[in-house]
């Protein structure tokens, strides 16, 4: 199955770690700002969604979202979400674990491509 985005074992771990601390979650890719460009997560709700962002697929099934805006230089690359030691973002719920969410892409190939442009992200809005 082609999926415009992928987690590693590293990622799913984490994943699994906060969603047993917190619930249900929701990732944002920030587009800069405060924390740079990093993968964001929330708890499920807790980041407002806006007809300007678009959700690109499920990771460990829970949504992962970014601004239809970004989405439209990074619609060619396939998106692996990793988990790596450092400090997530400021806001992000990995913070105080001493690990943090990554994003890894590489370029779709021809035939990925092919499938995926009749197959469109969802709009939020």
Request: glycine share 10%.
């Amino acid at each position: 199955m082609i999926t415009r985005i992928t987690s590693t074992p590293s990622a799913n771990q984490l994943i699994d770690e906060l969603i047993s601390e917190h619930g249900e979650l929701m990732f944002h890719q920030s587009g800069g700002c405060c924390d740079g460009s990093a993968p964001m997560c929330y708890n499920k709700g807790e980041f407002y969604l806006g007809q300007a962002d678009v959700e690109i697929g499920l990771v460990r099934n829970t949504a992962f979202y970014m601004s239809a805006e970004q989405f439209a230089y990074w619609e060619h690359t396939h998106i692996t979400l990793d988990a790596i030691k450092g400090t997530g973002g400021q806001f992000s719920l990995e913070r105080p674990t001493g690990m943090r969410f990554i994003i890894r892409s590489r370029l779709y190939t021809d035939d990925e491509w092919e499938y995926l442009k009749d197959h469109p992200v969802k709009s939020c809005g």
